[in-house]
């Protein structure tokens, strides 16, 4: 799908969330036909494949964003999944700063909030 602007923040954080991605690769002038119809450059991402050995996780609180991710088998080692979500923290700061700047008569607050998730499903050969 086009992108247009892959930045949140006004460029502090990426648009994709890095504990979800295996891969990224930008295409610039010369590209498959497959991506046609672009006339500048295409970025490729692809996200990582779950771990099918066991449950694992992750968080994380940041100053601009926390974040989770977790991922593992679902069915013997056969079917997997990932899933991933970020939520922006500037709201905390400019409700209270505009809340402080009009004197509690308005409050206004920036945030956002992402997810990705991905099954995946290894067929056996009599599938």
């Known amino acids: 799908m086009p992108l247009y602007y892959v930045s949140h923040v006004g460029g502090f954080l990426f648009v994709f969330d890095a504990h979800a991605i295996r891969d990224i690769r930008l295409l610039k002038g010369d590209f ?31 100053v601009l964003a926390t974040h989770f991710s977790l991922e593992g088998p679902l069915n013997k080692g056969r079917t997997t999944s990932l ?4 939520r922006g923290n500037l709201d ?18 920036y945030s956002f909030y992402d997810a990705s998730a991905k099954l995946s499903h290894q067929l056996a050969p009599r599938d």
């Open 92 to 109: 905390l700061f400019s409700r209270v700063a505009s809340s402080l700047d009009s004197e509690g008569a308005s409050v206004m607050g």
């Open 32 to 62: 498959p036909a497959r991506y046609g119809g672009r006339l500048s450059a295409m970025l490729d991402v692809r996200l990582k494949e779950s771990n099918k050995q066991q449950l694992s996780g992750h968080a994380g609180l940041g």
């Open 83 to 86: 899933v991933s979500a970020r």
